[in-house]
């Protein structure tokens, strides 16, 4: 059974679109995470950004279901929300190694 998956998974190019599902939907919000705690202070605090960042994937979601233009998806809307989250840490190690390279320089 293991090879007959193995087969029906490689030829119908269902592992080619879990990995470009999986990989677009977690890049597709990595630049939220990076860039708006810097522009917005008040998505400093993690709670804030990602009850923003969920407001914002829902009303994308909802878009999608009401125009026909895409389906609604939960596992969308989990791994939007951990692209945003790694763009978030990603962003909070910079701004931590740029505060220790200022006060080094001083």
């Given at each position: 059974?293991?090879?007959?998956?193995?087969?029906?998974?490689?030829d119908?190019?269902?592992?080619?679109?879990?990995?470009?599902?999986?990989?677009?939907?977690?890049?597709?919000?990595?630049?939220?995470?990076?860039?708006?705690?810097?522009?917005?202070?008040?998505?400093?605090?993690?709670?804030?950004?990602?009850?923003?960042?969920?407001?914002?994937?829902?009303?994308?979601?909802?878009?999608?279901?009401?125009?026909?233009?895409?389906?609604?998806?939960?596992?969308?809307?989990?791994?939007?929300?951990?692209?945003?989250?790694?763009?978030f840490?990603?962003?909070?190690?910079?701004?931590?190694?740029?505060?220790?390279?200022?006060?080094?320089?001083?």
């Amino acid at each position: 059974i293991s090879a007959q998956f193995e087969r029906v998974w490689d030829d119908s190019g269902l592992a080619r679109h879990c990995v470009i599902n999986l990989v677009g939907n977690v890049i597709t919000f990595l630049p939220f995470g990076l860039l708006m705690p810097s522009i917005w202070k008040k998505l400093a605090s993690v709670l804030r950004f990602v009850l923003c960042m969920s407001a914002l994937i829902v009303l994308i979601e909802l878009i999608q279901l009401f125009t026909l233009l895409g389906s609604l998806d939960i596992d969308d809307y989990i791994l939007n929300i951990i692209g945003a989250l790694i763009g978030f840490y990603i962003n909070r190690a910079v701004c931590v190694i740029i505060k220790k390279i200022k006060s080094d320089g001083r």
